[in-house]
């Protein structure tokens, strides 16, 4: 009774909040109404039109000129790269002087933290620690909203494929599953308990979409796909970001299968707003509405205006298109007053319920500002997120964990003393901040780890570029004068990013000969690779004992790398990207399709799909990382071998860890549907769990199979499951399965 009584008070609540919810929301469609009614088509266009502040530049500028009177004047309704409450206010105050008082949208891309940084989004999706993921977005979010932010452009769910494309560093790497999973956590993180709490900020899904299968991996090249597979592949991660209730989306720089995103009425509207229900606003990239210009779909300016309208672009991010072009158009009977209307509403919406019409300086507090961005736990945390994205890729010998009474380290390379660079590419430039005080470098996370009587020696060996071997001398004589080297090697923080595409992917310059040098000495040697993508380093895969994949780690980088060399921390970091061997398989990824003529590496001469130099099996495959531990897996038990579509299979297996430190095991669910009336990947993550176990621990782990995760969009693009065989594979990584067996669906 006491158990139904509880249940009735659950409902009850759930209802009002729900209730309340609905009126809230129509309370707002009538706020938006009243002001559309009151709206000249001017100031409508205004809304639909945003500009970067001074020198805040993120792409090329075409118009500069005064954005304050502009606001004043109703004709700007949201400004990107403003950040700090003193100057969001400012700008602010400008808005509240137009006609209307609409107050501005404060958009910022606050990719990975905001002053305190995380991990690079690759290197946290390495992590494959959700709530982590959804943790490291919330303090974002925190302290970007406490400094007048309401709006990220984040986060970037673009699948990668192609570690030549510099922006594989802001995703969550190259499976749709793992990326959607990561997606719906971030839009959560950022947005909080829901718009209009003070700390949350709206989030933004970008960049919608297949902008990361760029031909060759050149950045805003075209894309050319197949639907089945954007469905697939490319699609997933955006549905997650609609799911999970993204306020906003961005287009994408690139065409698809001929036609700009930005101009893409399939994408825009029959997908995004029609089939999906978003009732968010789209706002372009950086230009991307002139950019249809060039790309040849658009006549000139007014042109491109038109076709991003009709295709359902709300708003113009430096484009300056909707604002000389629009009007006329409208005034010309091209584009219905509706549509402007819907685009205008859309943006309206979210201003009311970031609650800024109720007061439009509620995000511009300096006191809050102070207290959340000089918070103590956000510190703490970056740590915490910072150690488990790194990734262990090699490990003989038991190399390390170092121990921290050593006599003597050699610390050599380009990146041992880096600071700003561990913030990685897409860190905030905050104004007036000493960036290089905050961080926490390699060298001195390490110097603070090692007792006080552990000599540490320094040599730069070459700068990132690595041009000349003219110190490498003094490297190997530091290496010959210590007990054991690290050489911390990589690439820059901006090498990777926004129009950082590399065709060579190789340790820049003369590194690997850095590498070879110090190698030589006889010394027991640690790599750290610091980079926004996977590199190849194929010489020191090969014959270095112990690699270290670094990534960029934010603020606490050097403590974080610190707990990780010294065994503070026990790495349990996972590739989310295939790294390849060499330039020439790439495009490569581990759901890939089986050709009629599958190789295996020993017999690529033999007719088959193979390459005759160059074997296909990766350097190092997704999902794969080391751990100072063991962990096996047995008894693999499945409840049914065969399933109804309406039905579910339970999964459980042992997971042991057999070494002598705890650690944590990333256990991969894998399926394979065995024959389709669409050619399906070798193999595809459908599930995983990350699990701690102490030395000697057993746990029994558990899954679920059911229809969705054995779906896939077919030749109509229909979401279905199709009767057969099904292999399932349970694994330590993509090409480590430890358990396998089969089952049917029957219908
Ligand atoms: C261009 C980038 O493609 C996009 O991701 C970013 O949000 C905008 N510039 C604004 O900086």
Same mark, same amino acid.
């Given at each position: 009774m006491r158990h139904f009584r509880s249940f009735s008070i659950l409902i009850f609540v759930a209802l009002a909040i729900s209730t309340s919810a609905l009126g809230q929301s129509r309370k707002i469609e009538q706020r938006v109404d009243s002001l559309l009614k009151q709206m000249t088509l001017e100031e409508k266009i205004g809304q639909l039109t945003q500009y970067a502040g001074d020198n805040q530049a993120t792409g090329p500028v075409n118009f500069k000129g005064d954005h304050l009177a502009l606001i004043k004047s109703g004709k700007i309704g949201s400004m990107l790269s403003i950040m700090g409450t003193k100057y969001t206010r400012q700008y602010q105050e400008a808005a509240m002087q137009s006609r209307l008082k609409i107050p501005l949208l404060f958009g910022l891309? !606050?990719?990975?933290?905001? @002053?305190?940084t995380f991990p690079i989004p690759l290197a946290e999706a390495a992590s494959w620690d959700i709530g982590l993921i959804e943790r490291s977005a919330r303090i974002a979010a925190i302290e970007a909203s406490a400094s007048g932010i309401h709006w990220t452009f984040a986060p970037m769910v673009d699948i990668g494929r192609d570690p030549r494309w510099g922006r594989v560093m802001e995703g969550a790497g190259e499976d749709p599953y793992l990326a959607s999973r990561i997606a719906f956590a971030r839009v959560r993180g950022f947005q909080g308990t829901g718009l209009g709490n003070l700390d949350s900020v709206m989030a933004c899904a970008k960049h919608f979409t297949a902008y990361g299968a760029a031909v060759g991996g050149r950045d805003y090249n075209s894309v050319d796909m197949s639907l089945p597979q954007l469905w697939d592949i490319y699609l997933p991660p955006f549905k997650a970001a609609v799911d999970a209730g993204a306020a906003t989306f961005m287009n994408s720089f690139n065409d698809l299968n001929g036609v700009p995103a930005t101009g893409n009425h399939y994408l825009? /509207?029959?997908?995004? @707003? #029609? /089939?999906?229900? +978003?009732q968010g606003f789209i706002v372009s990239d950086w230009g991307s509405i002139g950019e249809m210009v060039p790309h040849g779909y658009a006549a000139d300016r007014k042109d491109a205006a038109l076709k991003a309208i009709l295709a359902g672009n709300d708003m113009d991010m430096e484009s300056s298109a909707y604002r000389f072009a629009l009007a006329e158009l409208v005034n010309e009977k091209k584009v219905p007053m509706a549509v402007v209307d819907e685009a205008v509403r859309r943006i309206l919406r979210k201003k009311f319920e970031l609650g800024l019409f109720d #007061?439009? +300086? /509620?995000? =511009?507090d300096p006191e809050r500002e102070g207290r959340e961005l000089n918070n103590p736990e956000h510190r703490d945390f970056a740590r915490e997120i910072a150690r488990k994205s790194i990734v262990l890729l090699k490990n003989d010998k038991q190399t390390l964990p170092l121990s921290k009474n050593v006599r003597s380290i050699a610390f050599i390379g380009p990146n041992v003393k880096a600071e700003r660079d561990n913030h990685g590419f897409w860190s905030v430039h905050l104004p007036n901040l000493d960036y290089d005080k905050f961080i926490v470098s390699q060298w001195e996370g390490v110097r603070s780890k090692v007792s006080g009587e552990t000599k540490m020696v320094y040599a730069q060996g070459c700068d990132v570029d690595c041009r000349t071997t003219d110190g490498f001398a003094e490297a190997v004589e530091a290496a010959k004068l210590s007990d054991v080297v690290v050489l911390s090697v990589g690439e820059r923080a901006n090498m990777s990013g926004e129009a950082k595409s590399r065709s060579n992917i190789h340790l820049p310059g003369k590194q690997e000969e850095l590498i070879k040098a110090v190698v030589a000495t006889g010394k027991p040697v640690v790599v750290l690779i610091n980079a926004g993508r996977p590199l190849v380093f194929d010489w020191t895969a090969d014959n270095v004992p112990a690699i270290v994949y670094t990534w960029w780690l934010g603020t606490e980088a050097g403590n974080a790398i610190a707990d990780v060399l010294f065994g503070d921390y026990n790495p349990s970091g996972k590739l989310p990207m295939t790294f390849p061997r060499s330039e020439g398989q790439i495009p490569i990824y581990y759901n890939h399709f089986n050709t009629g003529r599958p190789a295996r590496d020993e017999d690529a001469?033999?007719? !088959? =799909?193979?390459y005759i130099d160059l074997k296909n099996s990766p350097k190092f495959p997704f999902g794969f990382g080391l751990s100072y531990t063991d962990f096996k897996y047995a008894d693999l038990k499945l409840d049914r071998s065969q399933i109804r579509p309406d039905g579910k299979i339970g999964v459980t297996f042992e997971l042991t860890n057999t070494g002598k430190v705890a650690g944590e095991e990333v256990v991969q669910l894998y399926l394979h549907d065995r024959v389709g009336s669409l050619v399906r990947p070798v193999k595809e993550l459908k599930d995983f769990q990350k699990v701690k176990l102490g030395p000697g621990e057993t746990k029994r782990l558990s899954f679920t199979i059911d229809k969705e995760k054995l779906s896939f969009f077919n030749g109509d693009l229909q979401w279905v499951a199709e009767p057969g065989e099904f292999e399932i594979m349970i694994g330590s990584s993509s090409a480590d399965i430890r358990l396998r067996d089969k089952f049917e669906l029957v219908k």
């Open positions: 891309d !606050v990719i990975h933290g905001y @002053k305190t825009q /509207r029959e997908i995004l @707003k #029609d /089939r999906w229900n +978003f #007061d439009p +300086f /509620r995000y =511009s001469n033999n007719y !088959v =799909s193979a």
